[in-house]
């Protein structure tokens, strides 16, 4: 049966959880039916605000035959558990970012994916950032020619806990993986791998064996280059920025201002406020164009949504950018 509206059942309500339930309820197409969060003050907060029926039992969202599809926002140690509880369920499902923290787990759920008819997408939202998503295209239609060199700057504005450093898995699996996707959202498969890290300002950072600022090289299939810059700090706010370049030239993405105001006087002229300070206000239309096109999938239709192959390409990139920063070697990717 086709609804007008897709029943979603949320699982997590953190900070990402909260985003996604605002996408669901701010839809056209879309409803939020269940939240469930073994915090369940905090499921209780959320379905306040954006409708559903609170739970601290993930079991009992699956089981109401209330919902039509899964958006998991929970901690990644529950994902893989989650997503193969959704195939029994027969629940199509979203899935934040990464899968997992260890290949081998996420390689032993990947049978039963393949296996099963049920959709299964990842949520890489940055592919549907409009900006990304017209460069993207645009480079599809030839503008530039074949794609030479895609330089991919991400920065945050400040460190995040070093509670949360502790259990994230290091900046390549937590950070950098939305960078990994989109060089392989436009260039394709990645069959080499260079990363150098280092500890600059982050005390969490240092305590917990992670780094702060990272630069890795990749190199696809085809040849062509990737490099991308990565800082857990940036005085000038949320840098977000994107080139590629080609024979025929090159297109570029600059970072989202927080206001278009400047300001002239006798101290200086064009004085401009800082980029955006928050990932929601840089990539709130790509939630919720990544919300759209996972609809698409649920209704059996033809979809952009990311797989859970692409999952796995992305971790398996980011476990050799690991291995190379720590080593100080090239990594060849074999599959």
Request: glycine content about 8%; aromatic content about 6%; proline content about 5%.
């Amino acid at each position: 049966m086709v609804r007008d509206r897709v029943r979603f059942g949320l699982i997590g309500t953190g900070r990402i959880g909260q985003v996604h339930a605002a996408s669901i309820a701010a839809g056209p197409d879309a409803v939020l039916s269940w939240v469930a969060d073994p915090d369940l003050a905090g499921a209780k907060s959320v379905a306040a605000r954006f409708g559903g029926t609170p739970t601290e039992s993930p079991e009992q969202l699956l089981a109401s035959g209330e919902v039509d599809a899964v958006l998991v926002a929970s901690p990644t140690p529950t994902h893989v558990t989650l997503i193969g509880a959704c195939i029994d369920a027969g629940l199509p499902v979203l899935c934040e970012k990464p899968i997992d923290l260890d290949i081998a787990r996420v390689d032993a759920l990947r049978p039963k994916v393949a296996a099963s008819s049920v959709p299964v997408a990842l949520g890489f939202n940055q592919r549907f950032d409009p900006d990304f998503a017209e460069t993207h295209a645009r480079i599809k239609d030839g503008e530039i020619g074949v794609l030479e060199h895609l330089s991919i700057i991400s920065r945050d504005p400040v460190p995040p806990p070093a509670e949360y450093i502790a259990v994230s898995g290091g900046i390549f699996r937590d950070m950098t993986i939305h960078d990994f996707d989109m060089a392989r959202f436009f260039l394709g498969d990645i069959v080499e791998v260079s990363a150098i890290g280092a500890q600059l300002f982050d005390a969490g950072a240092r305590a917990h064996g992670d780094f702060d600022t990272v630069t890795v090289v990749l190199r696809a299939a085809s040849g062509s280059i990737a490099t991308i810059s990565n800082s857990r700090h940036s005085a000038i706010g949320y840098d977000q920025r994107l080139e590629a370049f080609g024979a025929g030239g090159m297109l570029q993405v600059a970072n989202a201002p927080s206001s278009l105001v400047s300001a002239s006087t006798c101290a200086g002229v064009e004085a401009k406020s800082r980029y955006v300070d928050f990932f929601l206000e840089r990539y709130a239309e790509a939630y919720a164009r990544e919300l759209a096109e996972f609809i698409k999938l649920v209704r059996g239709q033809r979809s952009t949504s990311p797989t859970f192959s692409d999952g796995r390409a992305a971790l398996i990139i980011a476990d050799a950018a690991c291995r190379s920063a720590e080593e100080g070697t090239v990594i060849r990717l074999t599959g």
